[in-house]
């Protein structure tokens, strides 16, 4: 049975090896008006099943009370984990619905371990979560403006990498110890980012550097190969998909000219079971760009 740290380990080596450079993206699509918000049948919370490019894809739902429109928070599930398993972890389904969230849970396609972040080989998991938003619209009332992502570990590279894949269409996202494992993008729209990463992580380092420091052997060398960004360094830029060699932060490229803001976890986020956080209300964010300011926690 690999171990968590094998899986992480290869799935980092193959975005690295099958990224390419993706192109700019454009400006934000203008959203229209959820037709969700006028469908005779809505919806109802549970499993539910969205085909894809020739593919039965799963997705939990949970929805709130009300007439809506409600915003919409994709959560992702980390390599080698399940929907079910990180609604358990995350804890958003229950805690985003009572707040007036919509939540939904995406699996990873069957056979597959993880995600595939854009520009790497395997099903167009980015094409899927925006068709996933799609779908919400069309039978849920739903807010355009506020549409969102979270992950855990892998999960949090792919909700990273959804700034640039899906063109600036989200709010914000929240990214739990994985915003490091994706690789910046050019000129993406500016787009709140909060992200949770604890500084003794021992699988992908706060600090950047090779991944999985204890490893020895065959899985030492692997790892050699691989080099991450600090933490820090990576919040200064949006995200594409794979790995990249430390370089100089470029806070422009956020759309933020005074760079990223940082705050320790304690003051606004609490920890759950098997390291879940619980995002609260810090975040960083780009003052002045123009765009919608974009809200993270929902009102009480």
């Not at 550097?209 to 691989?226: E, I, Y």
């Not at 390291?275 to 760009?289: D, I, L």
Request: proline fraction near 12%; hydrophobic fraction near 40%.
């Amino acid at each position: 049975m690999p171990t968590r740290a094998t899986l992480v380990l290869a799935a980092l080596l193959l975005t690295a090896r099958c990224a390419t450079a993706p192109p700019p993206p454009g400006p934000p699509a203008q959203a229209a008006p959820t037709s969700g918000c006028q469908a005779a049948t809505r919806l109802e919370p549970g499993t539910h099943r969205l085909g894809h490019a020739g593919l039965e894809r799963r997705f939990l739902l949970s929805v709130p009370d009300g007439d809506g429109p409600h915003p919409v928070i994709l959560d992702l599930h980390g390599l080698n984990s399940t929907a079910s398993r990180q609604t358990a972890y995350s804890r958003l389904a229950e805690e985003g619905s009572r707040r007036g969230y919509i939540v939904a849970t995406p699996q990873a396609a069957d056979g597959r371990m993880g995600w595939t972040l854009p520009h790497t080989g395997g099903p167009d998991d980015a094409a899927f979560l925006a068709a996933l938003l799609d779908h919400l619209r069309r039978n849920l009332c739903v807010d355009p403006g506020r549409e969102f992502a979270a992950g855990m570990s892998y999960g949090a590279a792919m909700s990273a990498a959804l700034i640039c894949a899906l063109d600036g269409r989200l709010a914000a996202v929240a990214a739990v110890a994985g915003l490091n494992i994706v690789r910046p993008c050019e000129r993406a729209v500016p787009t709140t980012i909060v992200a949770f990463h604890g500084t003794a992580d021992r699988i992908v380092p706060y600090r950047g550097g090779h991944p999985l420091p204890d490893a020895t052997g065959d899985l030492r060398a692997l790892a050699d190969l691989v080099v991450l960004d600090p933490v820090r360094r990576t919040a200064g830029r949006p995200a594409s998909a794979a790995p990249a060699a430390p370089r100089a932060p470029s806070p422009a490229r956020y759309g933020c000219a005074s760079g990223p803001r940082a705050r320790p976890a304690s003051p606004c986020a609490s920890t759950r079971s098997k390291g879940a956080v619980t995002p609260g209300p810090a975040a960083s964010s780009c003052p002045g760009s123009g765009r919608r300011p974009a809200t993270w926690t929902p009102p009480a």
